[in-house]
């Protein structure tokens, strides 16, 4: 009787064995840079003035992108001609409060590194005192930590945009209002209110775009400092939405979906294949979506093909 031996070999060795040249993911170390930058910003589609305080200089700060298991190499520098002390708070970072995430005195830096361990996507924001300031007069944006690959229950999207909701407060200097809820006036997508909206405001020029069928992603962060989201579709239906936008905690063929203040979340959205359709993407709150959060999606064959791919998800 003649023993078998069984051996149990890598994936390298297999591709030793086969010739083939089998590719790794391998986690890079990812180097962001950010300017704290107290100026004037456009806040609306007819040019209307606001005194912010930025992520270099405009309302959201950049959209950082990584992979999960990358490391992020991190700098702000605050220049000596702002007034104010600044800060960064990365959702995504498991990290110390009271050293990473200090507020920077104008004049100085702060460099710090983090591990992007979970994927999801996050909220990033001011963190100086008072907080509920710097984040409502502009400092706020995105941090996306995809997975290490796509997958059946996490496929890869035709197009992806950003849609980042916040409060506007026209007294940018009354941050006790802000703390109350009091003295806002209108919702700002991106920046700006109804800034992809053309059909309730005639000055807008931008809107988002795909092709009928296509699978288009949204990462959407709540950056309101008071009001939760009711993230709706208008004339379709969410054909998943990722909680915290991590592809472990998926939900399907939802109408509605609340988002906290300071959370973020991934919605699918999927349009008839056989025909052009309009989908109006909006916070179901009615006092939101009247006052600016209101976002228009067009599904038609002659969609432009940059718009939601590279650098085009987040529009400005």
């Not at 840079?33 to 003035?49: P, R, S, Y």
């Not at 830096?109 to 008072?130: D, E, I």
């Not at 007069?137 to 941090?143: N, S």
Request: proline share 6%; charged share 20%; net charge positive.
């Amino acid at each position: 009787m003649r023993m078998i031996k069984t051996f149990i070999l890598s994936g390298a060795a297999l591709a030793m064995i086969s010739g083939a040249i089998v590719p790794h993911a391998q986690a890079k170390t990812v180097k962001v840079h950010m300017k704290a930058v107290e100026t004037d910003v456009v806040i609306d589609n007819k040019g209307t003035k606001y005194p912010a305080w930025t992520y270099d200089g405009g309302i959201p700060g950049q959209v950082v992108r990584v992979k999960q298991g990358d490391t992020v190499d991190f700098t702000l520098d605050n220049p000596a001609s702002n007034k104010n002390s600044h800060s960064i708070d990365f959702h995504a970072a498991e990290v110390d409060v009271l050293n990473e995430f200090a507020a920077v005195r104008p004049g100085h830096s702060k460099h710090f590194v983090f591990t992007a361990k979970r994927a999801g996507v996050y909220m990033y924001h001011c963190g100086a005192n008072p907080m509920v300031q710097h984040i409502a007069r502009g400092m706020y944006g995105v941090i996306i930590v995809d997975p290490k690959t796509y997958s059946k229950a996490y496929p890869k999207p035709d197009r992806e945009y950003v849609l980042i909701q916040s409060q506007y407060f026209p007294d940018a200097d009354n941050y006790s209002a802000m703390l109350e809820n009091k003295g806002w006036t209108n919702s700002l997508i991106n920046g700006k209110i109804f800034n992809y909206d053309p059909v309730h405001d005639p000055n807008a020029t931008k809107v988002l775009m795909a092709k009928p069928g296509e699978r288009v992603r949204i990462f959407f962060v709540n950056a309101n400092v008071n009001m939760p989201v009711a993230f709706h579709p208008i004339a379709g239906i969410w054909d998943r939405v990722y909680v915290n936008g991590n592809p472990k905690n998926v939900l399907y063929d939802v109408q509605t979906y609340g988002v906290p203040v300071a959370a973020a979340s991934t919605f699918d959205i999927v349009s008839p294949s056989d025909h052009a359709t309009n989908n109006a993407i909006v916070d179901h709150t009615m006092s939101a979506a009247l006052r600016g959060a209101i976002t228009v999606l067009m599904n038609r064959p002659d969609a432009d093909p940059k718009l939601g791919k590279g650098d085009n998800i987040l529009l400005r």
